[in-house]
C-alpha cells in the first residue's frame, strides 16, 4: 500500500487526506500544534490555540463553490460539520434581495448556499472525521524539522522520500504534501536542499481588525446586503458563524500607520458605525477582543520552472502553494479545489512516477487554480496602490482597463440584478469571470450604469471622517 505523508492538519490537509484515503493509500497527517481540547465547541473556541495559524481566530467562510464541492466529495465531512453546529443553507447574496433594483430573490439563488461555522469548529469536524476515515492517522505536536531525500529518477533534481521530525523520527513517503498552510517552512527546507521554490509575491499585503460576537438567543442579526464592500481605505467583512456568532473585520493596508489605532476595541467600534450597512453587527455580545494580523500578502510558489521540476517526491497545495487575500474568504476554497486536483491526478499516474507527478499536478495546477491567483494579485496591487493614493489625500486613476471595470461591476451590480449575480458567482468561486459575464452587453451595460458614481456605491466615511472618528474627536 502506497504512503502518503500530509503536512498541516487544517482544512486543506484533512481533505486531502480524505480524499487519498477513499484511493486505498494510506496517510498520516502530522501537525505541529496541539490537538484540540476536550469538551466540546466552546470548550474548542475558548482554548485551542495554533500558533502556526496565524488566521486562526479571524473571519473564515467557506464559499459556496467549497461546500458544493464538499458535499460532492465528502457528505459525511457536512454531516460532521453540521453536528458541530453549522448553519446550513447561509445564502450568501440574501441580505441583497430588494435592495435597489437587484430584485427579489430568484430561484436560481439557491447556488449562493453554503454552511456557516467559525474556523477552529470547522477544524475540529474535519478532524473528527478524518479520524475515522480507514487507513488515516493524524499526530498533533509533531514539528517538521527536515526534508529526507533519496535517487531520483534523474539526477538533474532531488527526489523526496519523506521527513525529519524533531525528535529524529524518519517518516518515509511515497509522496509527501506539503499542506502546511502560509506558515509552511517547507520552503525553507526544499531551499536546504537545492530546490528553493520560484516564488511570485505581491507586496506589502493587508492588515485586519477582527472580532467575533454572539446573540443571547443564537439568531444572526439582519445580513449586510453583501459580505463583504470595499470604501476609501477600509474594507468592511461579515461572516457569519455556528451558534448565533459571527465575525467583522475592517482590512486596511499594511501599510497604513494611522488606521493601527483600530487595534484599540474603542476606535474599532467607532469606526464600525460610520459603516451603516454594518453598524449593527458591533451591537451583539463580543466574545473576543479585536484580533490584528498583518501579514497576509499574496504570494505563490512553483516547483516547476521551464518545463522542468526543481524536485520530485513533494507537493504543495492550498496557502502552501499560493495564498490568496484573505478578505475574499477563497483560502479554503481554493485548498480543496487543489487537494481533489492532486487526487485527480494520482488516479492517472500514481507515485511511481515522481517525474511525470510533478509535471501533470503543475500543469493542472496553472491551468485551474493560478488564473484564480493571478486575477486576486492583480487586485491586491491595484487596491494597495489606490490606498497609497488615500493616505497622501489624493484619488487614484488609471487606465488599468480590467480594474476599470471590476469598479464598474461593483457600482452597478447595485443597478441590475444580472450584474450583482454574476459578480457574486466569480466571488463565489462558482465561476469564472468570463463565464460569469457571459450574457451578451453585460460588461457594457456595467459602465454605463456606473458612469458618474461614485468608485465604491456603498454607504461609508471618506477617509477624513474616519481618522477624525477612530481618534477620538
Not at 500500500?1 to 487519498?20: I, N, S
Not at 466574545?287 to 513533494?314: F, Y
Not at 494520482?346 to 495546477?365: C, F, Y
Not at 489624493?394 to 452597478?412: C, E, F
Request: charged share 20%.
Amino acid at each position: 500500500m502506497k504512503h502518503v505523508v500530509v503536512l498541516g492538519a487544517g482544512p486543506t490537509g484533512l481533505v486531502t487526506a480524505m480524499l487519498l484515503a477513499a484511493e486505498g493509500i494510506r496517510v498520516t497527517v502530522l501537525d505541529r500544534d496541539p490537538c484540540p481540547p476536550d469538551g466540546g465547541a466552546e470548550a474548542v473556541w475558548r482554548d485551542w490555540r495554533r500558533p502556526g495559524v496565524s488566521q486562526f481566530r479571524h473571519s473564515h467562510c467557506v464559499q459556496p463553490g467549497g461546500a458544493r464541492q464538499l458535499a460532492a466529495e465528502l457528505p459525511g465531512a457536512v454531516d460532521r460539520i453540521l453536528a458541530m453546529g453549522g448553519r446550513p443553507h447561509y445564502n450568501v447574496i440574501a441580505g441583497a434581495w430588494d435592495v435597489a433594483a437587484t430584485g427579489p430573490r430568484q430561484p436560481e439563488d439557491a447556488r449562493f448556499e453554503t454552511i456557516a461555522i467559525r474556523r477552529p469548529l470547522l477544524d475540529v469536524a474535519l478532524l473528527a472525521q478524518a479520524r475515522e476515515t480507514p487507513g488515516i492517522s493524524v499526530r498533533h505536536g509533531v514539528k517538521v524539522t527536515g526534508l529526507l531525500t533519496g535517487e531520483a529518477q534523474t539526477a538533474v533534481h532531488p527526489h523526496v522520500t519523506g521527513v525529519l521530525t524533531q525528535d529524529g523520527e524518519r517518516s518515509a513517503a511515497d509522496l509527501v504534501v506539503d499542506a502546511a498552510g502560509r506558515n509552511s517552512p517547507v520552503a525553507g527546507m526544499l531551499a536546504g536542499i537545492g530546490a528553493e521554490p520560484e516564488e511570485h509575491r505581491v507586496g506589502m499585503g493587508f492588515r485586519y481588525y477582527t472580532r467575533y460576537f454572539r446573540s443571547p438567543d443564537g439568531t444572526l442579526p439582519r445580513q449586510p446586503p453583501l459580505p463583504l464592500c470595499h470604501h476609501d481605505s477600509v474594507s468592511v467583512v461579515s461572516v457569519p458563524g455556528d451558534r448565533g456568532t459571527w465575525g467583522v473585520s475592517l482590512v486596511t493596508s499594511g501599510r497604513d500607520q494611522e488606521l493601527r489605532v483600530l487595534a484599540d476595541a474603542g476606535a474599532w467600534h467607532r469606526a464600525l458605525k460610520l459603516y451603516p450597512w454594518f453598524a449593527h453587527l458591533g451591537e451583539g455580545e463580543p466574545i473576543t477582543g479585536v484580533t490584528a494580523m498583518g501579514g497576509s500578502d499574496s504570494r505563490r510558489r512553483r516547483l516547476v520552472v521551464d518545463g522542468r521540476p526543481l524536485v520530485t517526491g513533494i507537493v504543495p497545495v492550498g496557502d502552501a502553494w499560493g495564498t490568496i487575500n484573505p478578505q475574499f474568504g477563497t483560502g479554503i476554497t481554493m485548498g480543496w479545489r487543489h487537494a481533489t486536483a492532486l487526487r485527480d491526478v494520482l488516479r492517472v499516474v500514481g507515485t511511481d512516477d515522481p517525474l511525470r507527478l510533478a509535471l501533470m499536478l503543475d500543469t493542472v495546477t496553472e491551468g485551474n487554480l493560478t488564473p484564480v491567483w493571478e486575477r486576486f494579485a492583480a487586485w491586491d496591487r491595484s487596491r494597495l496602490a489606490e490606498i497609497d493614493a488615500e493616505i497622501q489625500g489624493d484619488v487614484r486613476t488609471t487606465d488599468d482597463a480590467h480594474w476599470n471595470l471590476q469598479i464598474a461591476l461593483g457600482s452597478a451590480r447595485w443597478k441590475d440584478p444580472d450584474i450583482l449575480r454574476g459578480v457574486a458567482d466569480v466571488g463565489c468561486l462558482l465561476a469564472t469571470p468570463r463565464e460569469a459575464l457571459v450574457k451578451p452587453g453585460l460588461a457594457k451595460r456595467a459602465v454605463e450604469l456606473a458612469a458618474g458614481e461614485p468608485r465604491y456605491a456603498e454607504p461609508g466615511p471618506t477617509r477624513r471622517e474616519l481618522l477624525t472618528a477612530v481618534n477620538g474627536a
